[in-house]
């Protein structure tokens, strides 16, 4: 599914009007059509029923004046109260607005304090108010609108986005609207699927309206990657599949005290379909790795009873690369200097593909020239916001603002593939395409998950998918195994271990048609 910005749809319907000749009347008329008919859906008969649309002066009120309209023909009580005077509407907006009976609208430019015994009497809100245009804080007769929307504490629909949602971003502009249903035109906004636009959207619904199809492939913007986007990306297993043809993953992990984080790495790596798993760890935790990953080889490396890697351990760990399909570096190796060494010395060295996390992603920051030395190579990445935030020398705060920004220009400088972790977790690729991640759950917000994440994406790129595949799928299975889990065991109390063990039964189903 394909999501766009707010801008991005301005200039969507902008090219529909001009270039195509589709009247603006009409997109208008279709889209209050779809709000009808999912109110009609989910609420039932309009029989005794008050839906109380709030529309503001804008396109998004004169949806709403569509929807008062279609809504009294199915039986409805619908009234409108407009946060605006009749003579601020313009354009399409107000056409429709003249549509309406006598008596069905009232005007609140002012104020809302005498105007509360409407909210009070609906059973359904339409929030009309704002739509996708807008940008900065919510305040006013508009903000005041969103307070009793919020306080009434009936079913509300959103056109198209909720009031006070920025379309671009997900982010809450000071307040929003909590709608239990959102109707979103043409096609979803970014702000429809980030959060915590997302959480405000309640359930999601994108309706066609009549925009073009050449309008639609040709928009820019983000990929969501749902189940049914998972399943073409999954390439079932061939049934004549041995080991040697499924890929062979090095994984360099582990510390003292951080030997968790290598078993999960590598058991995930099997579980997610690698041929073979061969684990480099310090010599000192090589018995207990042993023990805690029975399908995966171990390798031993440095001074016997040595409990992190050093740099004179480089050698051995080429060694150890040659003929595998791909290595990751980085969990639980630890940040003493010598394992730093090693870790750059090794980014710069390894010819084939190499996935970055945790300690491994540490240790670039400090030197991300060394990113730019592996162009040709695949190289990807997988960065809590913390760890984008030391990438980039920016605040947590700055790359939470802009997610996809961050990503996006982060990939496209270095040409990396890039996850950059979270809920609605950000893919991109070197060529400037987004992804954004539509599996997983509040349960995965312990420790232990980006270890398995990283053994889910090199034991796709191990078995031959392509980067962004391997990306844009391995986020997917990963969160998909922990919504399974959900199912089963709830989100509480959810450990890693968990959802490494649920990787098989989701990837699974991604088979099934």
């Given at each position: 599914m394909k999501v766009v910005s707010g801008q991005v749809m301005q200039l969507m319907d902008q090219r529909a009007i001009r270039e195509f000749a589709v009247p603006g009347l009409t997109l208008m008329e279709?889209?209050?059509?779809?709000?009808?008919?999912?109110?009609?859906?989910?609420?039932?008969?309009?029989?005794g029923k008050s839906a109380l649309i709030v529309a503001g002066k804008g396109n998004n009120g004169g949806d709403g004046f569509v929807i008062s309209r279609l809504l009294a023909q199915r039986g409805w009580q619908a009234p409108v109260l407009l946060i605006a005077s009749p003579g601020e509407v313009s354009g399409d907006a107000a056409a429709n607005l003249s549509r309406l009976e006598p008596g069905v609208v009232t005007c609140a430019p002012q104020g809302l304090a005498r105007h509360a015994g409407l909210f009070q009497g609906a059973h359904l809100i339409v929030d009309a108010l704002l739509g996708t245009g807008v940008k900065s804080e919510v305040t006013g007769v508009y903000g005041e609108a969103i307070d009793l929307i919020n306080a009434a504490d009936v079913p509300v629909l959103a056109v198209d986005i909720p009031s006070g949602v920025d379309a671009g971003t997900g982010r809450v502009l000071g307040r929003a609207v909590k709608a239990e249903l959102t109707v979103s035109f043409a096609l979803a906004k970014l702000g429809n699927v980030l959060y915590p636009g997302a959480e405000m959207c309640g359930r999601l619904l994108v309706a066609e309206i009549g925009?073009?199809?050449?309008?639609?492939?040709?928009?820019?913007?983000?990929?969501?990657?749902?189940?049914?986007?998972?399943?073409?990306?999954?390439?079932?297993?061939?049934?004549?599949?041995?080991?040697?043809?499924?890929?062979?993953?090095?994984?360099?992990?582990?510390?003292?005290?951080?030997?968790g984080a290598a078993a999960m790495a590598a058991n995930s790596a099997v579980r997610a379909g690698a041929g073979l798993v061969t684990l480099v760890v310090p010599a000192g935790l090589n018995a207990v790795l042993e023990a805690k990953t029975t399908e995966a080889m171990t390798v031993p490396a440095g001074r016997s009873g040595a409990g992190f890697l050093r740099a004179?351990?480089?050698?051995?760990?080429?060694?150890?690369?040659?003929?595998?399909?791909?290595?990751?570096?980085?969990?639980?190796?630890?940040?003493?200097?010598?394992?730093?060494?090693?870790?750059?010395?090794?980014?710069?060295?390894?010819?084939?593909?190499?996935?970055?996390?945790?300690?491994?992603?540490?240790?670039?920051?400090?030197?991300?020239?060394?990113?730019?030395?592996?162009?040709?190579?695949?190289?990807?990445?997988?960065?809590?916001?913390?760890?984008?935030?030391?990438?980039?020398?920016?605040?947590?705060?700055?790359?939470?603002?802009d997610r996809i920004g961050c990503a996006r220009d982060f990939?496209?400088?270095?040409?990396?593939?890039?996850?950059?972790?979270?809920?609605?977790?950000?893919?991109?690729?070197?060529?400037?395409?987004?992804?954004?991640?539509?599996?997983?759950?509040?349960?995965?917000?312990?420790?232990?998950?980006?270890?398995?994440?990283?053994?889910?994406?090199?034991?796709?790129?191990g078995q031959g998918y392509a980067p962004f595949?391997?990306?844009?799928?391995?986020?997917?299975?990963?969160?998909?195994?922990?919504?399974?889990?959900?199912?089963?065991?709830?989100?509480?109390?959810?450990?890693?271990?968990?959802?490494?063990e649920m990787l098989p039964p989701a990837l699974s189903r991604l088979s099934r048609p």
């Open positions: 279709n889209a209050g059509m779809a709000c009808a008919d999912a109110i009609s859906d989910s609420f039932g008969s309009g029989e925009m073009p199809g050449v309008v639609v492939a040709e928009a820019d913007g983000c990929e969501f990657v749902d189940l049914a986007r998972a399943k073409e990306l999954f390439r079932p297993r061939p049934v004549a599949a041995h080991k040697g043809k499924s890929g062979h993953c090095l994984i360099v992990a582990g510390s003292t005290g951080k030997s004179g351990d480089l050698e051995g760990l080429l060694k150890a690369a040659e003929g595998k399909n791909v290595v990751a570096l980085g969990p639980g190796l630890g940040g003493a200097a010598s394992t730093v060494y090693l870790l750059h010395s090794l980014v710069a060295s390894l010819p084939g593909p190499l996935v970055l996390d945790a300690d491994g992603l540490n240790a670039v920051a400090a030197a991300p020239e060394l990113l730019l030395a592996r162009r040709g190579r695949v190289t990807v990445l997988t960065p809590h916001p913390g760890e984008m935030a030391r990438l980039i020398g920016a605040s947590v705060a700055q790359v939470e603002a990939a496209g400088r270095f040409q990396v593939h890039l996850i950059l972790k979270g809920a609605r977790s950000v893919i991109a690729a070197p060529d400037g395409s987004v992804a954004i991640n539509g599996s997983g759950n509040p349960g995965m917000a312990t420790g232990g998950m980006g270890d398995v994440l990283t053994g889910v994406v090199a034991a796709l790129v595949d391997a990306c844009r799928l391995g986020a997917f299975a990963h969160g998909y195994a922990a919504d399974l889990l959900v199912e089963r065991k709830g989100s509480q109390g959810m450990n890693a271990t968990d959802v490494q």
